[in-house]
């Protein structure tokens, strides 16, 4: 296990070699998602849209498994802070307990409203792209339990120092997506043209191996973790405090998904073509954003490490220099996503419809990535401390507070140009606000 001693390094370089890891399997998974837009889009704008529409719910089961597994973070990283193995294997052991309950519940009732959920996001105006999307959700849902399992498993890895695990684990699952997406999409050799499907099918022949991966890591000769059959019997003390931690995370998650679910319906009004460039602009974002992703893991493990060795200036510090890296990287890239904006689109889909929709999305959106990864620096420094609470009262009020409400007007009066001002508006308020949260909190209380 490559594990990062947090306690014993410098601030610099537990930031550097937590952080790296993470921002590499970002990366890959930023890397996948562009690969199979990029085969999508062959396929033509309406089912390339089917994708782009059927994320935002997807996703909200996803942060599901996310909320819970950062209720993970701040319980095992603090106990690991406290040098306390055996609280430490307890808890990843209840982590997977709960988790995959709640996974496989998930899928059953994502499945089973799978035509309604579609139908009320595609809406009339798009509804040639209501059979892609319904084939390509339920597939994607199947491999829903999977995710959960994979979530809580490089979570905990992460919280006792070891980040490298989750980017072995993501390479792994990112290879096998990419060699099956053309493969599955097109119908090569002896497999079937699944269009579609077939990506969604790529994902989940990842996920799988992925998932095997993980388990052989609780339970296999050179396991992580001391974890014995004790450690998932129902510890209901342990339970009540992962939901505690969890659900105001993952609500605060799935409330973002739907809430982009929302928006999603707003993109949809003017069509096709902006719902491709409106996805192609949220894929590059992602990948511009991997940095921030890679730092704010970091900080959350960091947080709970110092706070559970009740070193409370060295959170602080920790915190400090990632926002640093994090707005002075960021805003090289952004530079790079203004000055290229058609020429990026154009990687994707060569309609000068999409292009021109591409152009305006990156021009807007451009100038507020640096805040907006900034503020996940200081949600992630919050999730270490297992301030779940304020978390979700920010990615709330990002969305539903401040950004629908934007968009909803300005939707009308500006057309698909308002969506992007509410982005950039909503972007800079929870900065803000994120800020006030870690500065002005109670942060530093532990929560085991």
């Known amino acids: ?61 996803i942060s599901l498994a996310m909320g819970f597994a950062n209720a993970g973070v701040a319980i095992v990283s603090q106990n690991e802070g406290k040098r306390d193995r055996e609280a430490v294997a307890r808890s990843v052991g209840q982590l997977y307990l709960l988790t995959l309950s709640v996974g496989v519940l998930a899928t059953f009732l994502g499945i089973l409203f799978a035509r309604q959920i579609v139908n009320s996001i595609a809406g009339k105006k798009s509804a040639e792209v209501i059979p892609f999307a319904l084939r390509y959700y339920i597939v994607d849902m199947i491999g829903l339990p999977l995710v959960f399992i994979i979530n809580s498993t490089t979570a905990a890895m992460r919280a006792v120092g070891d980040s490298h695990f989750g980017m072995r684990v993501t390479l792994f699952m990112n290879i096998l997506n990419m060699v099956f997406d053309p493969l599955l999409i097109f119908g090569v050799g002896p497999f079937p043209a699944l269009g579609v499907e077939g990506a969604a099918w790529a994902t989940n022949i990842g996920r799988t191996v992925a998932a095997i991966v993980c388990v052989k890591s609780l339970f ?63 894929r590059v974002t992602n990948l511009v954003s991997m940095v ?79 805040i907006f990864t900034a503020y996940m620096i200081y949600n992630s420094a919050l999730v270490g401390a297992g301030k779940t609470i304020l978390t979700m009262i920010g990615d709330i009020v990002r969305l539903w507070g401040i950004r629908i409400p934007i968009i909803g007007v300005l939707a009308v009066t500006m057309g698909f140009r308002g969506i992007f001002v509410g982005m950039i508006v909503s972007n800079f308020v929870v900065f803000f606000m994120t800020y006030a949260f870690f500065k002005f909190s109670d942060w530093r209380k532990a929560v085991v």
């Open 1 to 61: 296990m490559a594990k990062v001693d947090v306690l014993n390094s410098s601030i610099e370089s537990a930031l550097f070699h937590l952080s790296w890891p993470l921002i590499i399997s970002m990366g890959l998974q930023t890397i996948y998602n562009i690969v199979d837009s990029y085969f999508l889009g062959k396929l033509g704008a309406v089912q390339f849209s089917a994708s782009t529409i059927t994320w935002p719910v997807i996703f909200t089961f």
């Open 220 to 282: 296999g000769r050179q396991r992580a973790f001391d974890v014995k059959r004790s450690d998932f019997s129902p510890d209901w003390r342990l339970i009540k405090l992962i939901l505690k931690l969890g659900l105001p995370n993952a609500l605060g998650m799935s409330v973002t998904s739907a809430g982009f679910a929302v928006i999603m319906k707003y993109v949809a009004m003017f069509g096709p073509a902006v719902i491709s460039a409106y996805g192609i602009g949220n």
């Open 292 to 370: 921030s992703f890679g730092l704010a893991g970091a900080v959350s493990t960091m947080v709970g490490q110092f706070i559970g060795a009740h070193r409370y200036e060295d959170a602080e510090r920790a915190v400090s220099r990632a926002f640093f890296w994090n707005v002075t990287i960021i805003g090289l890239l952004s530079v790079v996503t203004f000055v290229f904006a058609k020429e990026v689109t154009r990687f994707f889909i060569d309609d000068p419809e999409v292009i021109k929709m591409g152009e305006v999305y990156f021009r807007y959106i451009s100038f507020s990535m640096p």
